[in-house]
């Protein structure tokens, strides 16, 4: 599965942006699919994840402010991100599984929130 993310840039703080990840193939069967945040000098933690099932689970930081959704039809899976704060500030990846637990990356786009 070759993943294309997209939509990052810079915005004020309280803004939003909306990321897209395009998946190569249908994304209807993989079992996992979920976004991924590495800020300078850290680790990449999940953000948010979504499974095949529609269960989703966020990470505290960005509960009630960001929503990630799928549009099978379009085998893109979105990350809605509102009242961003400076500290979201990181490259964001796509990341994708299969259900025998490979794992597939997006290239990374870069989102900077303006203090």
Known sequence: VQLQASGGGLVQSGGSLKLSCAASRSISSIAFMGWYRQAPGKQRDLVAGLTSGGTTNYAESVKGR???SKDNTKNTVYLQMNSLKFEDTAVYYCNAKTIFGTPYW?????????S
């Open 66 to 68: 960001f929503t990630i």
């Open 106 to 114: 997006g290239q990374g786009t870069q989102v900077t929130v303006s």
